[in-house]
C-alpha cells in the first residue's frame, strides 16, 4: 500500500503549483465541502479553482497528518490575499485585498495511490470576517 503521508503531500503540493494534472484524485472522488458534496475529478477541480481565482497567492501547508490503513486525518492552514473574484453560492465578491489565514481539518481515504475522497472543515466565518464581510 501507498505512504498515505506521500499522496496527501502530493495532493497539497499540486494546490500550491496549481497543478490540476498533479491531483492525485480517483476519477470518482468524493470531495465533501462546507455545504455540499462534490463528485467527481472535474467538480472537486472547480471548487479548488475558486479558491485560486479568489486568492491568486494561496497557499497550503500541512501541519500534522495521522493516519491507520487506508484513511488519513489531517490539519494545516491555508493562507492567501483575496485580490480575485470569490464565487459564492449566494453570488460573486469583490475582491477586498485583505490577506487571511484560517486552519483546516480533512479526512482523507486512499484507494491505489489516489485519494479516493476528502473531507473538509474549515471555519467559514472566521474567512468572511478576515475578509470584512461578518463581524470577526
Not at 496527501?8 to 498533479?22: K, P, Q, S
Not at 497567492?57 to 491507520?68: C, G, K, P, T, W
Not at 495511490?113 to 475578509?131: R, T, V
Request: aromatic share 12%; proline share 6%; glycine share 12%.
Amino acid at each position: 500500500m501507498p505512504d498515505l503521508k506521500q499522496v496527501v503531500d502530493r495532493h497539497i503540493a499540486a494546490f500550491n503549483a496549481r497543478d490540476e494534472a498533479g491531483y492525485p484524485w480517483t476519477a470518482d472522488f468524493e470531495f465533501v465541502v462546507p455545504g455540499t458534496t462534490l463528485k467527481g475529478r472535474e467538480e472537486g477541480l472547480a471548487f479548488i479553482r475558486g479558491f485560486w481565482e479568489a486568492f491568486p497567492d494561496a497557499r497550503l501547508e500541512l501541519v500534522r497528518l495521522i493516519s491507520e490503513g487506508p484513511v488519513a486525518a489531517g490539519e494545516g492552514t491555508f493562507a492567501g490575499t483575496h485580490t480575485g473574484v470569490m464565487r459564492t453560492p449566494t453570488g460573486e465578491v469583490e475582491p477586498t485585498g485583505r490577506r487571511v489565514e484560517f486552519g483546516w481539518m480533512a479526512l482523507y481515504g486512499l484507494a491505489g495511490d489516489s485519494l479516493s475522497s476528502e473531507h473538509l472543515y474549515f471555519d467559514q466565518a472566521a474567512l468572511l470576517g478576515q475578509l470584512g464581510l461578518m463581524p470577526s
